[in-house]
C-alpha cells in the first residue's frame, strides 16, 4: 500500500512540474508585446517630429459618432503640421502606439462591446485579459515614453476632484506627470476639478505647469484655463509665449535626466471659449447629480462629461474638440521645435 501512494505521489509530483513548466512557457507567449506602428517607429528614429494622442477621449470622452471624426481629424492636423501622429490605445489587450484607421474604427464604435478605460493600474489586467479599452494621460504617457514620444497632445487633464480632499478623489495622470517624462499638450484640467488643489499638488510632485500666452490675455497675471474658459481663477505657476520655450523646457528637463513630465496648458481661443457663469452653474448641477447618483472611481470624469453635454444640448462637446484640434496643433508645433533643438 505504501509503494502504491509513493508511486501515485511521484506521478502527482512529475505531473505538475510538466504542467508548470508548459503554463509558464504558454503564459509568456501569450503576453501581448509592445507594438509601435512602422511609421511612427521611423519617425522616432529618425528625429522626426512625433504628437502621441490620447484614447480615453475616444472611448469614454466623448459620444459616437464624435469621438470617432474627433479621432481622424485631429490625426490630420497633426499631418498637416508636417508631425506624425501616434494614437495609443490596448487594442484585443496588446499596447498599440500608432492606431491604423481600422484600429480607431474598432475602438471607437464598440457595438455595444465594452471599452475599458485603461489608467496606470489596470494595465496589467487589460493585457492578460485581452481587452480593449482608451488609455487616460497617465497610460498614454507611459505608452509614449516606451516609444520615445515626448510630445502629446489632448483635451483635458485628470485632477483633484472637487472634495478630493475627502473621497481622495486624485487622478492618476497626476503622479504620472511626477515619474514619465513626457510632456502633455491640454487645455488644462475642467473646472469640473478642483483646479486649486491640482495645482498645489502638482507643485508638490515636482511638474513645471506653464500656460501658453496666445497674446489674447488683458493686462495682470495669467491664469490657468478652465478648459471651457480662458480663466479658472487659478494663478498659473508659469506663462510662456513661445513654442522655443516650451522645446528648451523640454530639452532642459531631459539633459538632467529629471524624469518628471510637464503640463503646458493652452487657454481655449477667445472665439470659441464658452462663458464662465454659464458653465459653471451646469458643472455644479452636474456634481449635484453624481453625488445623488452615488457615481465614485474612475466613472466620475465620464458621467459629468455626458452629463455636461446633455444640459448644453452638444455645445460642450463641439467645444471639446476644437480644443483637442487646437492643442494638437500647438503640440505639433513644439514636436518640430524639438527635432530641431536635437538635430
Ligand atoms: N477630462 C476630460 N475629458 C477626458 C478625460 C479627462 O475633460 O476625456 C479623461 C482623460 O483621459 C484623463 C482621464 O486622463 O479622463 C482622467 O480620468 P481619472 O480622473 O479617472 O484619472
Ligand atoms: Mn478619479
Known sequence: RGNKITTIMLRNFRNGLRCRKSIGYRGLSHIPKLHISSEVEEAVKYNKPVVSLESTIITHGLPYPENIAMAKRVEEVVRSYGAVPATVA??????????????????????????????????????????????????????????????????????????GEVTMDVSADLD?????????????????????????????????????????????????????????????????????????????????DLENGFLFCIPPPVAIALPSDFINEVIKEAQHAAQALNITGKAVTPFMLDFINTKTKGESVSCNVSFVLHNAGIASQIAKELSVLRG
Open 176 to 256: 504620472e506627470l511626477s515619474k514619465t517624462p513626457v510632456a502633455v499638450v491640454c487645455s488644462g484640467p475642467k473646472s469640473i476639478l478642483d483646479v486649486q488643489r491640482t495645482m498645489e499638488y502638482l507643485e508638490t510632485k515636482g511638474v513645471p505647469v506653464m500656460t501658453y500666452d496666445d497674446g489674447d490675455f488683458k493686462d495682470g497675471p495669467i491664469n490657468i484655463p478652465g478648459f471651457y474658459t480662458r480663466d479658472s481663477g487659478v494663478p498659473s505657476p508659469y506663462t510662456i509665449n513661445s513654442i522655443l520655450t516650451a522645446a528648451k523646457v523640454i530639452e532642459s528637463g531631459k539633459s538632467l
Open 90 to 163: 490596448f487594442i484585443d489587450g496588446k499596447p498599440t502606439v500608432g492606431l491604423t484607421e481600422k484600429e480607431i474604427e474598432y475602438l471607437a464604435d464598440a457595438n455595444g462591446e465594452s471599452r475599458v478605460k485603461i489608467s496606470r493600474r489596470d494595465i496589467p489586467l487589460v493585457m492578460s485579459l485581452n481587452q480593449t479599452g482608451g488609455t487616460t494621460i497617465a497610460a498614454t504617457m507611459i505608452l509614449s515614453k516606451l516609444a520615445n514620444i515626448s510630445v502629446f497632445a489632448t483635451g483635458g487633464l485628470g485632477g483633484v476632484h472637487r472634495h
